[in-house]
């Protein structure tokens, strides 16, 4: 167990709609990263927040959206969905940002 | 920008055999290098990394790796394959605030 939790494990949803996938880091990480992980795309960071603060963006579609509340808990926000959005969604935390990080499981999404 | 690229999709590697997973990356400044493994249907596990000092680093599981900064590489090598290391295989290299993945080497250990 990495100390990541992320929800839900699988979410199903039709294309067009809007869905929000939750992420809480190992206790003490200030560093919230978003990956997906698709079949034909390998892993593709998208997103990272320190302490609240974006810090850095990476491949992240404009329906897609995040942030990082006082808590440190993160949460991906995805709108109009399509099909091509299926993957598999990982949130990974870190202490610092030259330390390594900690995968949560991943949140399946398939959008049919 | 950074860039990491594992030039092997797959390796194939009899069960005790030494084994490598070949990696190399472009980075501006000293690069933080990491390898990942990742089991199926689960997150990614960290194995080990590198970030200042002795070129050959000792990681979780019996994996070492080797920094080679005239060749920019970061090869994961193991001596003795087990069947239980057949995984995917991620590099990682972090430039300023991003980390950025291989896009991964499927490693098969056949007994």
């Known amino acids: 167990d990495s100390g990541v939790t992320q929800t839900p494990k699988h979410l199903i949803t039709a294309t067009g709609q809007r869905v929000t996938l939750r992420c809480s880091p190992r206790s003490g990480d200030l560093s919230v990263y978003w990956y997906q992980q698709s079949l034909d795309q390998g892993l593709q960071f998208l997103i990272q927040y320190y302490n609240g603060e974006e810090r850095a963006k990476g491949n992240i579609l404009e329906r897609f959206s995040a942030q990082q509340f006082p808590d440190l808990h993160s949460e991906l926000n995805l709108s109009s969905l399509e099909l091509g959005d299926s993957a598999l969604y990982f949130c990974?935390?870190?202490?610092?940002?030259?330390?390594?990080?900690?995968f949560g499981q991943g949140t399946r999404l398939t959008v049919v | 920008a950074q860039s990491v690229a594992q030039p092997e999709d797959q390796v194939n590697v009899a069960e005790g055999n030494p084994l490598t997973v070949k990696c190399t990356y472009s980075?501006?400044?000293?690069?933080?290098l990491f390898w990942y493994v990742q089991y199926p249907n689960r997150g990614l596990q960290f194995l080990l990394k590198?970030?200042?000092?002795?070129?050959l680093v000792k990681g979780s599981y019996g994996f070492e790796a080797e920094f080679n900064k005239s060749q920019t590489s970061f090869h994961l090598k193991k001596p003795s394959a087990l069947v239980s290391d057949s995984a995917l295989y991620f590099c990682?290299?972090?430039?300023?605030?991003?980390?950025?993945f291989g896009a991964g080497t499927r490693l098969f250990v056949k007994a």
């Open positions: 590198y970030i200042t000092g002795d070129n």
């Open positions: 990682a290299v972090r430039g300023g605030f991003k980390t950025i």
């Open positions: 980075v501006s400044g000293n690069p933080y």
């Open positions: 990974a935390s870190s202490f610092r940002e030259d330390t390594e990080a900690f």
